[in-house]
């Protein structure tokens, strides 16, 4: 059943069309051969998977039993992992990406996970960037046409043939001076940001509403 369900995400994934914005303010790090840390939300791990299948890097997943099924499903995709969270295995988690950026990898954190509050940032990833040096990249994906899994995360499906909208943020770079009150500040500016783009993207491609007044998003 798990590969057939994964099998099923696959196909659905070839029937998107990607809409990219912001592109050019990772590219030129990967360029120069420099890792960086994407963050997404939790909610938006699908869509974004597949877009970046195939790219060697390498993602946080929890040690919870549901991340199990997403670890499956990503390293389909060509992504290595690091398991762990801030609730079980943090210290394993972050020596693992420690040594994911310094071997020259990119990282993709969903700093919401693996059970939320939903779009609010664990700051222990800003730690990871200024050890490392490598920038933050918020990433935001929506689509007008999906389901909305009844999830804690309300995690996103996009349907057949949607269209997927795509935001990079610009970096964001931890400096190594900031202390513990510092980078909890910074915290708050990147959820802010992040959140941001996550709204643009939303507000752009709202659910339509069926005759009745049942939107297409709800589950």
Request: net charge positive; charged share 25%.
């Amino acid at each position: 059943m798990e590969l057939a369900g994964t099998g099923v995400l696959w196909l659905l994934g070839w029937s998107w069309r990607f809409q990219l914005h912001g592109r050019a303010g990772f590219q030129a790090f990967r360029e120069r051969g420099e890792p960086v840390i994407f963050l997404f939300w939790h909610s938006r791990i699908l869509p974004l998977a597949h877009l970046h299948r195939n790219e060697g890097a390498v993602v946080l997943i929890s040690e919870h039993r549901d991340g199990e099924l997403i670890a499956r499903l990503v390293q389909r995709r060509g992504f290595l992992t690091v398991r762990g969270s801030s609730t079980r295995g943090g210290a394993r988690a972050f020596r693992g990406m420690l040594r994911a950026l310094r071997s020259g990898s990119d990282l993709a954190v969903t700093p919401d996970g693996p059970k939320g509050p939903p779009r609010h940032l664990k700051p222990g990833v800003l730690l990871a960037a200024q050890r490392s040096g490598a920038p933050l990249i918020p990433v935001a994906a929506g689509a007008r046409r999906a389901w909305r899994l009844n999830s804690w995360d309300r995690f996103l499906v996009p349907w057949p043939l949607a269209r997927v909208e795509v935001r990079y943020g610009a970096p964001i770079h931890v400096d190594r001076e900031l202390d513990e009150e510092g980078l909890e500040r910074l915290a708050r500016q990147v959820e802010e940001e992040l959140n941001r783009l996550t709204d643009t993207v939303d507000q752009e491609n709202p659910d339509p509403v069926r005759p009745g007044g049942t939107e297409s998003g709800s589950r």
